[in-house]
């Protein structure tokens, strides 16, 4: 068992990243580096016991988004954006391809290192469960492995952001019970709603349909409550 946690700091300027780092380290976390998406998707592949990536969106060649679609082609590690790019459009296009947070320049110590605590507590709660806490969860067509953290379809196996995954649990949790946009991304972001997080909660349904629903269009699994939000029966 390993003795911390690890985070990858991610960004093409090196102050940056000193300074992430500092940041890491006196809180306790074991730090890597990369100054572009290419270098860190190799390490991603390289350090399978990496715990959280911090990735800049903005850098030369490969961008954030880029390596963070192309980690999720063989990885569920949470990813965590920072940038001083905070228009929708562009947080929308992070979530789609994968990534779980988003953290706007500039930001204090606080508030990087609650997000850096949250993220990486959710990842190992489910990845660490213990043995007599196997429990194997059946929707429709779908399984949930809540050991093993894994999601199939038809027995074949979905792979599912760590925000995907957080979202689904919840309401397979809370199965029969209809959840308010609101209520959703305070219970899995655990931030304070504001007018803007129910795009963000939409965004993580449309994309979780798309991967467990047979006709996205006509959700059977994750069904619209007109008027109270979402549920699983």
Same mark, same amino acid.
């Given at each position: 068992?390993?003795?911390?946690?690890?985070? !990858?700091?991610?960004?093409?300027?090196? &102050?940056?990243?000193?300074?992430?780092?500092?940041?890491?380290?006196?809180?306790?976390?074991?730090? !890597?580096?990369?100054?572009?998406?290419?270098? +860190?998707?190799?390490?991603?592949? &390289?350090? *399978?016991?990496?715990?959280?990536?911090?990735?800049?969106?903005?850098? =030369?060649?490969?961008?954030?988004?880029?390596?963070?679609? +192309?980690?999720?082609?063989?990885?569920?590690?949470?990813?965590?954006?920072? %940038?001083?790019? *905070?228009?929708?459009?562009? #947080?929308?296009?992070?979530?789609?391809?994968?990534?779980?947070?988003?953290?706007?320049? =500039?930001? %204090?110590?606080?508030?990087?290192?609650?997000? /850096?605590?949250?993220?990486?507590?959710?990842?190992?709660?489910?990845?660490?469960?213990?043995?007599?806490?196997?429990?194997?969860?059946?929707?429709?067509?779908? *399984?949930?492995? %809540?050991?093993?953290?894994?999601?199939?379809?038809?027995?074949? /196996?979905?792979? !599912?952001?760590? #925000?995907?995954?957080?979202? @689904? +649990?919840? @309401?397979?949790?809370?199965?029969? #019970?209809?959840?308010? !946009?609101?209520?959703?991304?305070?219970?899995?972001?655990?931030?304070?709603?504001?007018?803007?997080?129910?795009?963000?909660?939409?965004?993580?349904?449309?994309? @979780?349909?798309? #991967?467990?629903?047979?006709? =996205?269009?006509?959700?059977?699994?994750?069904? %619209?409550?007109?008027?109270?939000?979402?549920?699983?029966?």
């Amino acid at each position: 068992m390993k003795d911390m946690n690890r985070v !990858l700091i991610v960004d093409d300027e090196a &102050d940056i990243r000193k300074l992430l780092n500092i940041y890491l380290k006196k809180n306790g976390y074991g730090v !890597l580096e990369a100054e572009n998406g290419s270098a +860190a998707i190799e390490l991603v592949k &390289d350090n *399978t016991d990496i715990d959280l990536v911090v990735m800049d969106i903005m850098m =030369p060649g490969m961008s954030g988004i880029e390596a963070c679609s +192309a980690i999720r082609e063989f990885s569920t590690v949470p990813v965590m954006f920072l %940038t001083a790019k *905070t228009q929708e459009p562009v #947080k929308e296009q992070a979530y789609d391809m994968g990534g779980d947070d988003f953290l706007a320049k =500039p930001f %204090t110590q606080e508030e990087f290192i609650r997000k /850096v605590y949250a993220l990486i507590r959710r990842y190992n709660v489910y990845r660490g469960k213990e043995d007599n806490n196997i429990q194997i969860v059946s929707v429709g067509n779908i *399984t949930i492995d %809540t050991y093993k953290r894994i999601v199939t379809k038809d027995e074949e /196996v979905i792979k !599912l952001t760590d #925000k995907e995954y957080a979202l @689904l +649990a919840f @309401l397979v949790e809370n199965r029969g #019970k209809s959840w308010s !946009l609101e209520a959703l991304y305070e219970n899995i972001w655990q931030e304070k709603y504001l007018p803007s997080s129910s795009n963000t909660v939409m965004v993580h349904v449309l994309r @979780l349909r798309q #991967k467990i629903e047979d006709n =996205p269009a006509q959700p059977d699994i994750i069904r %619209t409550i007109y008027g109270k939000g979402y549920q699983i029966d």
